[in-house]
C-alpha cells in the first residue's frame, strides 16, 4: 500500500518529533518558565503564619485564626532586579529564593526579649496565591513552634471610601499576635552611619525616662490605650509615658511655628470605617529598641480597623522617612476592648539609671555619647 | 492583712513576659537568658518607679556584703496583679530565681521571688491573686 510507511522512515519521524519536544521543554525551562515565575511572583503579597485566610482589606487582615493561635502577618513585596529576586517584609530586606514554581523565603525577627532569629519559609506559589511551612531558626526566648504559612495577592485598591465613621472608644489593651517584628530594616547609607554604634541599654530614651515619641509608642505592645471621641478630635490616651494624643478630624492645619516633637501632630479622616490618621512634624528620634533613627520632619501613617463584633481594634504603622528608609517600615498591632481595666498612672525616675551608671564608672562615656541622643 | 502571714502570696506575673513584653530596652543586651542563678540576701532599698521597678538585695559573702540590682517589671503591671510597693519591704528575706547580668555585673531579671514565709512571687504559680494591700 502507498501509506505504508517503512519502520526506518518511522523511527526518523519519531525522533524529530522528541527532538523537538525536547528543545521545547528545554526553551520552556530556560525562557519561558522564569519569566512566568516573574511575571507570577513580582509584587505585594500578604504573608500569614499559622492564620486563617480571613479577609484582606487594604492590608488589614480580620478574620480569626485557624489554630486558635494569634495569626503573623506581614506584606510581602518581591521585584526582580537583573535576574536577581529582592524581597521585603514590612519594609525590611528578606532572603529569597526562587526555582520554577518553588519558593524560599528567610525573615530576621526579634522576640519579645531581643531574641534575633529566622523564619525559613518554603512553599509553592501560582499567580494568586502562596503556601507551604516554615520552621524557625536560631534562639529564642520562648520556643515557637513552625507551623503553616499563605500568601495571597494585595489589593491594589486604595480607592477612599465614603465616611462611615464607626465608634472606637474604650480602652483597649493590647493582644497577642499580628506583628512580624521584623528584625532588619533597609536602611539608607545615612541611617547605617548613625546607626551603627548604638547601644540600647544606654541610648533608649525611656531608660533614662524620656518618652520614646508616637513611632514607638503606637506600636508598644505592653500598656493599654484609651480613646476619648468629641466633636471634631479622637484624644488617645497612653498609659505608657502617660502620653497624650490629639487627632484632630476637622482637617485644623498646625499652629505656625508649631515645633517638632516626639508626638508630631496627627490629623484624621474616615476611608469607609476605618479611621486613618497622618502624623506629621515627629521629631528627631528612634524606632524603637534598635535604635533605627527617625528623622526630625518624618511622617507617619495608621490605619486603625474595628472588627464587625466591635471588640478588637487593629491598626498597620507605617513610617514614611525616606532620609533613612530605602522601604517603609511597617508595624502591625492588634488590642481588645477592656472595659474593666484603667489607665494607671506611670511615672518614671531616672534616678536608678544614672546610679549605674555612676556604680559602673560609666557616667562620663555615657555623656560622651550625646551624639547617640541628637538626631537631625 | 499582713502579707507575710498569709499564704496568698501567689501572684501570677509571667515574669519572663513581664520582663520582656514590657521591657524598654533589648532584655537580652543586658541579661543571660540562657542562664539562671538563684540568690538569697536581705533587701536594703526599694524603687517601685519605672522604667523598672528595682530591689538592691544584699548578700553577704565572706564577711563581704555585695549589693545586687534585682528588677522586675514595671510598676503599673505588677500593681494590676496585685504586686504593689508594699509587698516586699526593706529588710525582707528574700530569695530570687532570675536571669543574671552579662559580664559579670551584679543584675538580676527576676523569674520568681521566694518570700521568708515560704511564699512566692513568680510565674511558677498561674493562679492569680488580688493581694490588695495598698
Redesign the interface.
Known amino acids: 500500500m502507498n501509506h505504508i510507511i517503512s519502520k526506518t522512515e518511522l523511527s526518523k519521524f519519531l525522533k524529530t518529533i522528541s527532538q523537538f519536544v525536547l528543545k521545547f521543554i528545554f526553551v520552556y525551562l530556560v525562557t519561558i518558565s522564569p519569566l512566568m515565575a516573574k511575571t507570577s511572583v513580582e509584587g505585594k503579597w500578604m504573608l500569614i503564619l499559622n492564620g486563617g485566610k480571613g479577609q484582606i482589606d487594604n492590608s488589614v487582615v480580620i478574620g480569626a485564626p485557624t489554630d486558635n493561635k494569634a495569626a503573623i502577618i506581614g506584606e510581602l513585596s518581591l521585584s526582580q532586579i537583573n535576574e536577581k529576586w529582592m524581597g521585603h517584609v514590612e519594609g525590611g530586606p528578606v532572603d529569597v529564593k526562587i526555582d520554577n514554581n518553588v519558593i524560599e523565603i528567610v525573615v530576621d525577627s ?6 534575633v532569629f529566622f523564619r525559613r519559609l518554603k512553599g509553592n506559589f501560582s499567580t494568586k496565591e502562596m503556601s507551604g511551612t516554615f520552621t524557625i531558626e536560631g ?1 529564642t ?2 520556643p515557637e513552634a513552625g507551623g503553616k504559612w499563605i500568601a495571597i495577592r494585595k489589593d491594589p485598591n486604595n480607592e477612599l471610601l465614603p465616611p462611615k465613621p464607626v465608634d472606637i472608644s474604650g480602652l483597649w489593651t493590647p493582644a497577642p499576635g499580628v506583628d512580624f517584628r521584623k528584625y532588619s530594616m533597609d536602611l539608607t547609607e545615612k541611617a547605617k552611619l548613625w546607626h551603627k554604634d548604638y547601644i ?2 544606654y541610648d ?1 530614651p ?2 533614662r ?1 524620656v518618652s520614646p515619641g508616637i513611632v514607638a509608642i503606637s506600636a508598644w ?3 493599654p490605650f484609651e480613646i476619648l471621641k468629641s466633636e471634631e478630635r479622637l484624644t488617645f490616651l497612653y ?1 505608657v509615658d502617660s502620653e497624650v494624643r490629639r487627632i484632630y478630624m476637622n482637617k485644623k492645619e498646625p499652629p505656625a511655628y508649631y515645633p517638632t516633637s516626639g508626638m508630631g501632630f496627627s490629623n484624621g479622616y474616615w476611608n469607609g470605617s476605618d479611621l486613618v490618621i497622618e502624623t506629621q512634624l515627629l521629631e528627631g528620634n528612634v524606632r524603637d ?2 535604635g533605627e533613627p527617625i528623622s526630625d520632619g518624618a511622617r507617619m501613617h495608621e490605619r486603625y480597623s474595628l472588627s464587625e463584633d466591635g471588640q478588637t481594634l487593629s491598626a498597620v504603622i507605617t513610617l514614611l522617612d525616606p532620609a533613612n528608609y530605602e522601604q517603609p517600615p511597617i508595624r502591625r498591632r492588634k488590642w481588645t476592648r477592656n472595659s474593666s ?1 484603667e489607665i ?6 531616672p ?3 544614672y546610679r ?1 551608671m555612676y556604680d ?1 564608672n560609666k557616667l562620663e562615656m555615657y555623656f560622651e555619647r550625646s551624639h547617640r541622643r541628637q538626631i537631625d | 492583712m499582713n502579707l507575710k502571714n498569709t499564704k496568698l502570696m501567689t501572684i501570677l506575673l509571667g515574669l519572663i513576659s513581664c520582663n520582656s513584653i514590657n521591657a524598654h530596652h533589648s532584655f537580652a543586651v543586658e541579661f543571660t537568658a540562657e542562664k539562671t542563678i538563684e540568690i538569697e540576701g536581705v533587701v536594703s532599698e526599694i524603687w517601685f518607679r519605672n522604667p523598672h521597678v528595682r530591689y538592691y538585695v544584699d548578700i553577704s559573702d565572706n564577711n563581704k556584703v555585695i549589693s545586687w540590682d534585682v528588677r522586675t517589671s514595671s510598676p503599673s503591671l505588677l500593681v494590676r496583679k496585685g504586686w504593689t510597693k508594699n509587698t516586699i519591704q526593706v529588710g525582707d528575706k528574700i530569695s530570687i530565681i532570675g536571669h543574671p547580668g552579662r559580664d559579670g555585673r551584679k543584675l538580676l531579671s527576676v523569674i520568681s521571688i521566694k518570700l521568708s514565709d515560704g511564699s512566692s512571687l513568680g510565674q511558677k504559680y498561674p493562679k492569680p491573686e488580688k493581694l490588695g494591700k495598698k
Not at chain 1, 526579634?110 to 531574641?115: E, I, Q, T
Open positions: 526579634r522576640d519579645l526579649a531581643g531574641f534562639t526566648e520562648t540600647d541599654h533608649q525611656n531608660v525616662c505592645g505592653a500598656y498609659e529598641f534598635r481595666t494607671y498612672p506611670y511615672e518614671c525616675d534616678d536608678s539609671f549605674q559602673e
